[in-house]
């Protein structure tokens, strides 16, 4: 009898312990998104804008667990957010992300763990324009029919996209679209 009961204490101890720890989260989906920090964790960004400002933004593959030979994605933005440059991390690139790009590492990227894999730094450029949550939204590119990773032998898989949101919430003076293009001479 005594016995039946050290079994009940500890069968109840387990049931209560078992409900006291939190379920174990699921992790999150390998997607493809954009960052306003190079550690690929902050989606929103609240800035001041104005026609001398840009703002940097990077595009990474998150949530992987694998080495990454290359990327491919499309990216909508709000009309009012101004793709200016891209820059690539030692890699070839066919297209551009407003329509669809492909990029291919010319050495494969650890992805292992969760680390984050950068596909390409973006300028971006909002004039005088006051946005709140403005858009950037990673979507199929059109020539691959899908968001998709490929592993260092071409493999593709398809991940998912992520939306991140810009807000510009004063304005820092104007100028003219020519003095912009100033800038690039």
Known sequence: MEAMRTWQGI????????????????????????????????QYASVSGGTNVFHTAYVF??????????????????????LMITEYPDAVSIGDPKDGVGIGFQMCQPGWSGTPV??????????????????????????????????CDGNLTAVSGLTSFLSVTVDNGSTTWGAVKGLYK
Not at 15 to 39: E, K, R, S, Y
Not at 121 to 145: F, S
Request: net charge negative; hydrophobic share 50%; aromatic share 4%.
């Open 11 to 42: 069968l109840l101890t387990l049931a209560v312990l078992a409900l006291a720890v939190p379920a174990a989260a699921q992790p999150a989906p390998p997607a493809i998104g954009v960052f306003f920090d190079t550690d690929a964790t902050q």
């Open 61 to 82: 593959a998150v949530n992987l667990n694998q080495m990454v030979g290359g990327m491919a994605f499309r990216l909508l933005t709000d009309p009012a957010i101004h």
């Open 118 to 151: 950068l596909g390409c730094t973006l300028t971006l450029w909002t004039g005088t324009e006051l946005i709140t949550n403005g858009e950037l939204r990673v979507v199929a590119n059109p020539d691959e029919g899908g968001i998709m990773i490929s592993d």
